[in-house]
């Protein structure tokens, strides 16, 4: 069964810019997660789907960033536009979306981001 | 507020040896209990989870997590590290239900094993 797909592996780009990461869950998991990871820290969650819909985007920076899930499968997070600090992993997961919260969240590769 | 620690940032084994990595809890109620590893450049792969039932948890490649409520602890634990277990090791605690059904992560430790 393949795992969570995420591209690209590695991004680098000049602050200011846009840029776009994508994600392939895990076919069946009706819930997907991006997380920024950074550097010597553990993942933080930037937002949480529950099949098309955003359930929990409380710490998604609003101003800049921006997420979608057409159709419940693939998601894109989108930064626009790009500061040096978003330096950093974006991780993508996905769980079957179990209900009483006993979920098991399977993780991507991440997308390595370096903004110059 | 859910929190994790890991005390130990950086830790080093010689290959052969035991190894336990702690890791505390902040929750209010029963957690769920998850042992993640990173390999450099790459993402979290599961060890092990612990939901209810038997305290003692057995993961994959080798490696079990004992949860104790009085101690607030859930420490990972391994007999005989192999040179292939470097990497770096996440405790994370799962908040239950509804819509809070996320994970809160530790800082990480990360493992050197010498030949």
């Known amino acids: 069964e393949a795992g969570v797909v995420q591209s690209p592996r590695y991004k680098i780009i000049e602050k200011k810019q846009p840029v776009a990461f994508w994600c392939n869950p895990i076919?069946?998991?009706?819930?997907l997660y991006w997380y920024l990871q950074n550097l010597g820290q553990g993942p933080e969650l930037l937002i949480r789907?529950?099949?098309?819909?955003?359930?929990?985007d409380s710490q998604l920076p609003k101003d800049r960033f921006s997420a979608e899930r057409l159709k419940g499968v693939d998601s894109t997070l989108k930064i626009q536009p790009a500061e040096l600090g978003d330096s950093a992993v974006y991780l993508c997961?996905?769980?079957?979306?179990?209900?009483?919260?006993?979920?098991?969240?399977?993780f991507g590769p991440g997308t390595r981001l370096l903004v110059l | 507020a859910q929190s994790v620690t890991q005390p130990d940032i950086h830790i080093t084994v010689s290959e052969g040896a035991s190894l336990e990595l702690r890791c505390n809890y902040s929750?209010?109620?029963?957690?769920?209990l998850f042992w993640y590893v990173q390999s450099p450049g790459q993402g979290l792969q599961l060890l092990l989870k612990?939901?209810?039932?038997?305290?003692l948890v057995q993961g994959i490649k080798g490696f079990e997590a004992e949860f104790k409520r009085s101690q607030s602890s859930f420490n990972l634990r391994k007999p005989s590290v192999h040179w292939s277990d470097a990497a770096e090791y996440f405790c994370?605690?799962?908040?239950?239900?509804?819509?809070?059904?996320?994970?809160?992560f530790g800082t990480g430790t990360l493992l050197a094993v010498q030949p």
């Open positions: 997961a996905s769980s079957l979306g179990l209900a009483g919260g006993q979920e098991t969240q399977y």
């Open positions: 076919s069946g998991h009706n819930t």
């Open positions: 789907y529950e099949n098309e819909e955003a359930v929990d």
């Open positions: 929750y209010g109620a029963t957690p769920y």
């Open positions: 612990y939901f209810s039932g038997d305290t």
């Open positions: 994370a605690v799962g908040a239950k239900g509804g819509a809070t059904n996320k994970l809160i």
